[in-house]
């Protein structure tokens, strides 16, 4: 005979709620840690030139505001505009620097992949390692609390705009609305006549195409919340393995 109390087992909820903090600590690798050694130089030695640019810059600036250059001597002026030529090819090369670096990734594209790869493994394998601490049914009752977050979300936001496409649709809709009454002079017109009698029609176009603008982006920060809990959930996925 079972026993009632281990068929309906629940969990505490201080459980659930540290599990849900856990995973609100837990972020997928930025941008910054997937790049290259090479890419890492780039970024330094750009700073660095944009620095030194700035540095050559000075002397001549000054110059210019400070002093009467019509007397200047020769060799001042040539030196001023050495200073000059070297600060703009230093600031061309801190321009350079990160699009050579990005070249040479794209070359490296299947190295560069299979690296990103074996870092992310190795990241959320330590944050699944991390998650096993906790119970398996605390696990659980977070899955079900999370996919009921993705469920409520995605309900939200179809309820509003219908499929995902949507989104994009109702934005170039509010754009395209704009353009077609006289695009960015018929809104400088319409918000510096105000709102009243006379300008009635256009202001209401106008509030009407800021809706839409404002429930798209609304939209896509609600998918963007869905997508971090479905992340959270692919964590919970690996724990319980």
Known sequence: MT??????????????????EELSRC????PSDRRTSVETFAGVFANWCLGLSGLCLAPPALMVFFFNTVGVSVPVKTLALASLTASLFIAFAALLAPIVATGWTLLRWETVTLQNLK????????ISTDLRKNS???????KMW???????VDARVTW????KTAVLTLMATAYLFSKEFGGFGWLQKTL??????????DTTLLYMAALILGLSIGAVFLRHIAARYRYQVELIDLALR
């Open 136 to 142: 398996a049914d605390a696990l659980k009752e977070a």
């Open 192 to 201: 510096q006549a105000g709102p009243g009698i006379s300008n009635l029609g």
């Open 160 to 163: 509003f705009f219908g499929d």
């Open 27 to 30: 972020k997928p690798l930025s």
């Open 3 to 20: 026993n009632d109390n281990d068929t309906n087992k629940t969990v505490p909820l201080e459980e659930t709620i540290t599990v849900i």
């Open 146 to 152: 999370l996919e009921l977050k993705i469920k409520r």
């Open 119 to 126: 870092a992310d493994i190795r990241h959320e394998q330590k």
